[in-house]
């Protein structure tokens, strides 16, 4: 069984609130074997109002189970469309992360799911590497290294994703494994769109900045930047994760400017903190592969390749899907799970071994 190949749907509900991503990859949990069938189910306005009234809290909260009832109620009308897949990987909502302390909060019952939809249902991936030493993020690095090798990369190379915060893969895909020492280093970087969202709904009732538009009117306070990297976040050695609201000040200090300027600098610090990030590597990667929401807004894309100087391009000119990378990950992660693979290793989480982990509910 653990050579064979699996038909494997992930879900993934990221930190931006924005909805859930569904696809399906084929995997043994080793490599890629294809992609599949994608889907997407938004979130109603009045959803993320739930969602968002409930980040922070733990389990027992007072707004968590109307959180939980809106995850799991998207994640099965979304997946019930799916036929013929042996086993779903679901990450859930997470409310709250605190590494510092080893906890972390991802709202939703992979049980309940499991039940109503008659599939196996892989979760809770992060709990195990937690007990174990690790930050319990980020998660998608095993899978980046296999894409690494799908896209045939020829050497080390980077993956980011701005979704709500910011996280860095690096890759050597010469390796012989994702847990092989050397093979990946992954860290968040720092806030990616939850600011400039967090904006944009309070200033314009606007779920974000829709092509950098705003930003683009708006002048940069760099004093602001300068002082937002100040933060002893930036220094401390990798692998490192966040909260999604882990950085309040950045927001405080955008407070007195215009809605343009606070835009384009909230803009630019996601520029700042990844270029901060990239010192941390082992060597400098050929290119920077964007996937999240925000490489979808050209001014962000184009303060990366600035701030960097390294070419940042988003993954569909890989041939990948940008919108669907971390609902992949988890599908391919499941695989993993149900093999007792790693999940995370020293170089991605900071656990003190390579761990799997994941609960398994039929």
């Not at 979704?163 to 012989?176: E, H, K």
């Not at 705003?214 to 002048?219: D, H």
Request: aromatic fraction near 6%; charged fraction near 20%; charge should be neutral.
């Amino acid at each position: 069984m653990r050579n064979t190949t699996m038909r494997a749907l992930g879900a993934m509900s990221g930190t931006s609130l924005d909805g859930v991503d569904a696809a399906v990859v084929e995997t043994d949990g080793l490599r890629i074997v294809g992609f599949g069938k994608t889907a997407y189910r938004p979130y109603s306005d009045d959803e993320r109002a739930c969602l968002s009234a409930a980040l922070g809290q733990w389990p027992g909260g007072p707004d968590v189970a109307r959180a939980a009832a809106v995850v799991d109620t998207a994640h099965r009308e979304v997946l019930r469309s799916f036929k013929d897949v042996d086993v779903i990987g679901f990450h859930g909502q997470t409310l709250a992360h605190d590494p510092a302390r080893g906890r972390t909060h991802q709202a939703g019952d992979g049980l309940a799911l499991a039940q109503g939809l008659g599939v196996p249902v892989v979760w809770d991936f992060r709990t195990n590497d937690m007990a174990e030493g690790g930050q319990g993020a980020p998660f998608a690095p095993f899978f980046h290294f296999a894409c690494a090798q799908w896209i045939k990369a020829g050497g080390p190379v980077a993956f980011l994703n701005l979704g709500g915060v910011g996280n860095l893969t690096w890759v050597d895909p010469s390796r012989p494994a994702p847990e092989s020492p050397g093979a990946l280093l992954a860290f968040d970087t720092g806030p990616a769109n939850a600011p400039l969202n967090d904006l944009m709904q309070a200033r314009r009732a606007l779920p974000f900045d829709d092509g950098g538009a705003l930003a683009a009117q708006g002048r940069v306070e760099e004093n602001a930047i300068a002082e937002f990297l100040c933060h002893p976040f930036f220094t401390r050695r990798p692998p490192k994760s966040l909260d999604r609201n882990d950085f309040p000040h950045l927001s405080d200090a955008v407070a007195g400017l215009s809605d343009a300027d606070a835009a384009a600098t909230l803009t630019e610090a996601v520029a700042a903190s990844v270029a901060r990030g990239l010192k941390h590597c082992p060597v400098v990667p050929a290119r920077l592969l964007v996937t999240g929401g925000g490489r979808l807004n050209p001014v962000m894309m184009r303060a990366l390749a600035c701030r960097t100087g390294i070419p940042a391009l988003p993954v569909e000119a890989v041939g990948l899907n940008g919108d669907m990378l971390e609902a992949q990950a988890f599908a391919f992660l499941s695989v993993r799970a149900m093999r007792g693979m790693p999940l995370s290793a020293p170089g991605t989480t900071g656990v003190r071994m390579p761990v799997s982990g994941g609960k398994m509910s039929h």
